[in-house]
């Protein structure tokens, strides 16, 4: 038996469901939440460290000024640069003058006499008390005997006028029993007297 059929429902077309289904997809996608994104990591701003002071370097000690030298009766020990020339052997000198000499007479650069033993001889020089002319080599001429002189003592020198002494031995064959013949560096030649007590110096005029 046939049954009469009702009014039929409207149907929806391919292309309207296409769209609908276009739209709820866009609607999924707007309310993910992006993947794959990280937080930048903020850079790590190292924390200021204070600098270290060097140390301040202590002023260096002032050197000592140096002493000035003053006369004495005490003997000085030369040494090869101070005593005399290289290759000279050093000496000792004291400041003044030898006993039993009284007294240096006035303008007189130095002088030269036996010692009371007549095996010696006594060189006088005056001049600085601190860089005094001492003898070095002592080697007869002639028939007399030829004494080289150097300065002994530092680079500075005071200005003072002191007697300084050194005994030095007489060369070989030179006889204290009469006068000899003396050349003292440059300071001239004189005639030592023969040896005597007290000592009898043979003194040099300033200028020779």
């Known amino acids: 038996m046939n049954r009469a059929s009702g009014p039929s429902a409207p149907r929806t077309s391919a292309p309207l469901r296409a769209l ?3 739209g709820a997809l866009a609607l999924v996608v707007a309310c993910t939440p992006p993947q ?3 937080a930048s990591d903020d ?3 190292p924390e200021p460290t204070g600098s270290s002071s060097s140390p301040t ?3 260096s000690d002032p050197g000592d000024p140096g002493e000035v030298t003053r006369p004495t ?3 000085q020990g030369g040494d090869e640069t101070e005593g005399g020339a290289d290759g000279e052997e050093s000496v000792e000198y004291v400041r003044g003058l030898p006993a039993g000499v ?4 006035e303008e007189t650069a130095g002088g030269v006499g036996w010692t009371e033993a007549g095996d010696a001889l006594y060189v006088i020089t005056l001049g600085s008390s601190s860089c005094p002319l001492v003898p070095g080599q002592v080697e007869t001429s002639g028939s007399g005997v030829e004494i080289t002189l150097s300065a002994a003592g530092g680079a500075v020198c005071t200005a003072d006028v002191v007697p300084t002494y050194a005994e030095v031995p007489a060369p070989a064959g ?3 029993d009469a ?4 050349t003292l560096g440059d300071l001239g030649q004189v005639t030592v007297p023969a040896a005597a007590t007290p000592p009898a110096i043979g003194w040099i005029p300033v200028g020779g």
């Open 20 to 22: 609908a289904l276009a």
């Open 36 to 38: 794959g994104e990280s």
């Open 43 to 45: 850079a790590t701003t």
């Open 57 to 59: 370097p202590s002023p």
């Open 73 to 75: 009766d005490e003997p």
């Open 102 to 105: 009284e007294d240096a007479p």
């Open 174 to 176: 030179l006889s204290s």
């Open 179 to 182: 006068p000899v013949t003396a």
